[in-house]
């Protein structure tokens, strides 16, 4: 079964304006963190928020916050404001912290920003 | 801000070769982990290592793969006898504890198989 799941492969948003990039997960495991990659053309992956389990806020770095609904096993991914550098694809992953400490990677959703 | 670097940036390598990708973790952190992509896929988890010895590895790690902490600071992923659907993009990470957020992923090595 799909541990994450990531049903938009493709968005489009127009610069300055806010998306959301959906992401859903399974698990029971009660302990588990959640994480957003994005991996700009050259391949690199580039880490850019996390949520853990426990935590009662949702996160945020910068233009970046995630939009944690534990009770729906969904972790959303919202880029406010956003810049032609955001065109990137972006990987939602999860770590069940007992007997694991791999990262689970969803299949990724490519966001494209427009003038 | 310390970084994960992993050399060759791209391997081109002839079926059946031998090839070792390297990877040099943050200096403080104690687990380190192999990942690949397949071109156009998502990202799969291949090994985990800690404490000089593999912790976990998935199904996609056989035996002609093996992983090494040669001399404290290199980690390296060998594979034995390559073949063509071993093509794919190649990312080392590390992290300060297992259950730690700070996974961080180093640039990546293409491996291209021909």
């Known amino acids: 079964a799909q541990k994450i799941t990531q049903t938009q492969p493709g968005m489009f948003v127009q610069e300055k304006e806010a998306v959301t990039l959906d992401c859903t997960y399974d698990?029971?495991?009660?302990?588990?963190?959640l994480f957003w990659y994005k991996q700009p053309s050259s391949g690199e992956m580039i880490f850019l928020i996390y949520?853990?389990?426990?935590?009662?806020q949702n996160a945020t770095e910068g233009r970046y916050s995630l939009n944690f609904q534990k009770a729906r096993k969904s972790a959303n991914l919202v880029i406010s404001a956003s810049q032609l550098g955001d065109s990137a694809m972006y990987f939602c992953?999860?770590?069940?912290?007992?007997?694991?400490?791999?990262?689970?990677f969803g299949t990724g959703t490519r966001l494209q920003v427009f003038p | 801000e310390p970084e994960v670097t992993q050399t060759p940036s791209h391997q081109v390598t002839q079926m059946g070769q031998e090839v070792i990708l390297r990877c040099v973790p943050i200096?403080?952190?104690?687990?380190f982990y192999w990942y690949r992509q397949i071109l156009g896929q998502k990202v799969e988890f291949l090994v985990s290592?800690?404490?000089?010895?593999?912790?976990?590895k998935s199904e996609i790690f056989d035996d002609q793969f093996s992983v090494e902490r040669p001399d404290g600071s290199n980690f390296t992923l060998k594979i034995r006898s390559t073949k063509l659907e071993d093509s794919a993009m190649y990312f080392c990470?590390?992290?300060?504890?297992?259950?730690?957020?700070?996974?961080?992923f180093g640039s990546g090595t293409r491996l291209t198989v021909v």
């Open positions: 290592f800690y404490n000089n010895e593999i912790s976990e």
């Open positions: 992953a999860m770590r069940e912290v007992y007997n694991t400490d791999k990262l689970i």
């Open positions: 200096s403080n952190h104690l687990y």
């Open positions: 990470a590390s992290s300060e504890r297992q259950d730690s957020y700070g996974y961080t």
């Open positions: 698990t029971s495991d009660p302990s588990y963190g």
């Open positions: 949520q853990g389990s426990y935590d009662q």
